[in-house]
């Protein structure tokens, strides 16, 4: 999509819960933000694996999912950007985080971003773990993407890094933990 067209469609972005219909739309989104975001941050190989075809057969099955936690932006029926979330993944088991909620993606066009869009989602996000009885939400976001800076500007403090293996690449992950309260 063309910047202008997506700066255009930004002053018309509508949050709302995901449907069925949104797989495809929220898959394209999800492939191209990664090979917008991670080229230096993970393998090549790694980015590659998650074709277009995976991601939408993934999210037509998340989303058959009655109540599932995952909200899209869209302007003029085109999916812009997207956030998921649930119930925090607590690894290695009996680590911190327990019982508490997770975002566990969110991307938006590249065209699409800075223009309020991602907290909007975000937001969305927080409120529906916060409704569901979350007193906190937390995410994980690779050393060295810029969404860090987001993530802080947001209020969030980091918690826990980890480090782990792709492709023979180490990469380092850093959890930041959100106050729902
Ligand atoms: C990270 C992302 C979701 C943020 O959404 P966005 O729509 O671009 O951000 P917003 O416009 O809502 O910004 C909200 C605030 O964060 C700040 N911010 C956002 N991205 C920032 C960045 N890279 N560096 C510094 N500040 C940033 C904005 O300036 C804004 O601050 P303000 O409240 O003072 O105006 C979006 O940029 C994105 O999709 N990035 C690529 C995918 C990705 O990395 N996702 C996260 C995976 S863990």
Known sequence: MAADVATELATQVQVRRATEADAAGIAQVHVQSWRATYPGILPAAEIERHTLARRAGLWARALQTPLTGVFVAVAVNEVLGFASTGAFRVEPAGSDGQGEGELNALYLLPAAQ??????????????????????????WVLQGNPAVAFYERLGGVRVASKTFTVDGVAVEEHCYRFDLS
Do not use: E, K, P, W
């Open 114 to 139: 800075m223009q309020g869009t991602g907290r909007r989602l975000f937001d969305a996000g927080a409120h529906a773990l916060r409704d569901a009885g979350f007193a906190a939400m937390r995410c």
